[in-house]
């Protein structure tokens, strides 16, 4: 297993940390003050002034892997560029590379048709619209998504659409034009995993209806926010049904390994950024008659703080690498352990960097309390760590059976 970065990799990840010293962090202040000013749910000019910078620079599109649409990089190639970016949490879209519409990007491009990538493919790579993916809802525990009930049924030319969704990222962004949604066209089939389809709702189509933004430890997340949708006989043509009835999982699947990494990547950026402000503060600061960074409990945790963060990038890497070479179906274990650990470790150095800064680490003079609480709900998201444990747990006692 050799993991060292190509020289395409080196370049572009040179590039991207140059542009985050120069663009991104001296603007952190100036994107909070833009999302406190005036509506929650708005287009932010720092963010579109540095999007046509970051176009302008070829720092664009940076995933997309196999695709002549993309930068040409592998999920290898492309991991180390994620966890720069994670390293300030709304730095992604800058690059036309945040979720989740990378997802449906990689979505559309791989199963939609040619009238789905002309209408809505090539929008969301030029950054003029954005998008949303529903599958989870609040009536049914959806960690199972077998469970999910809302109904794609077919009438005439058409699918009839009907269901209530949650914590659909980007729902209440203006700019979102399309809902990636999944449901079921076939709830009697023997097998409970081809029950399920996917399929394309113009945001603007009668019958939907943005019933509320949702909160995580009360972060609003504005101005990208996750929505509780309503769907109610919602009619769109028989043509925005991807793929085909009952490949909804198959398509989840397909979705779901890039964006894992992607989710684990910048997880670790986020946590190396946690790291630096836990060493910058150890040194600044004095209690007890020496220096944070002279206490052993200081001393321990930043040492500890390094070897968490590094054997959980070497693990990306890894599933980055099998996904890569035998595919994403063959690197599910691999998978599955990455979003198990770098969220979980995140959360940990996170915590241990609030922890040394005492009340303010709590507050919004730094960036560690909200970084925590997207960590956290990582958690959650693309799956609960009980049922990736789960699946790792039966993938592994496979090999003595």
């Not at 989870?136 to 659409?161: F, H, L, M, Q």
């Not at 209440?172 to 029950?195: E, S």
């Not at 220096?291 to 963060?309: C, H, K, M, Y």
């Amino acid at each position: 297993m050799n993991f060292e970065y190509s020289d395409k990799t080196k370049a572009l990840v040179a590039r991207v940390s140059a542009f985050m010293d120069e663009h991104i962090y001296p603007n952190e202040q100036r994107h909070a003050r833009e999302v406190a000013q005036g509506e929650r749910w708005k287009v932010l000019p720092v963010v579109q002034e540095l999007k046509a910078v970051a176009k302008a620079q070829g720092l664009w599109n940076l995933f997309l892997p196999e695709s002549a649409r993309g930068a040409g990089l592998t999920n290898l190639e492309y991991a180390p560029l994620c966890e720069v970016m994670g390293r300030v949490l709304w730095s992604a879209e800058v690059f036309n590379c945040a979720a989740p519409d990378t997802g449906n990007m990689e979505l559309l491009e791989r199963y939609g048709s040619a009238e789905h990538k002309q209408r809505w493919l090539e929008p969301l790579l030029a950054g003029e619209i954005r998008s949303c993916f529903a599958m989870t809802e609040p009536d049914v525990a959806s960690s199972d998504a077998t469970n999910i009930e809302c109904s794609i049924t077919r009438d005439g030319d058409e699918y009839v659409i009907d269901g209530r969704k949650w914590w659909s990222s980007g729902a209440v962004d203006p700019r979102c034009a399309l809902f990636i949604v999944m449901g079921k066209t076939d709830p009697n089939h023997p097998d409970r995993h081809r029950q399920q389809s996917m399929i394309i709702v113009p945001r603007d189509t009668p019958g939907v209806t943005v019933v509320r933004p949702l909160t995580v430890f009360g972060y609003d997340d504005a101005p990208h926010g996750h929505a509780e949708l309503i769907f109610d006989k919602v009619r769109v043509p028989a043509s925005n049904l991807l793929l085909g009835e009952g490949r909804g999982f198959e398509i989840a699947q397909g979705r779901l390994g890039p964006g894992r990494i992607h989710h684990c990547m910048r997880a670790i950026g986020m946590a190396e950024r946690a790291l630096e402000f836990m060493c910058k503060r150890s040194v600044q600061r004095e209690a007890f008659g020496k220096r944070l960074a002279e206490q052993g409990v200081t001393l321990e945790r930043i040492a500890q703080s390094r070897i968490l963060i590094d054997q959980a990038r070497l693990l990306v890497l890894k599933a980055a690498d099998m996904m890569d070479r035998v595919g994403n179906k063959a690197a599910l274990k691999e998978i599955g352990m990455i979003k198990v650990a770098a969220p979980a470790m995140a959360c940990q150095v996170i915590d241990w960097a609030m922890q040394l800064h005492g009340a303010g680490g709590l507050s919004s003079d730094f960036p560690l309390a909200y970084d925590y609480a997207q960590v956290r709900t990582l958690r959650f998201a693309d799956g609960p760590d009980e049922v990736h444990r789960n699946q790792i747990a039966k993938l592994e006692l496979a090999r003595y059976r």
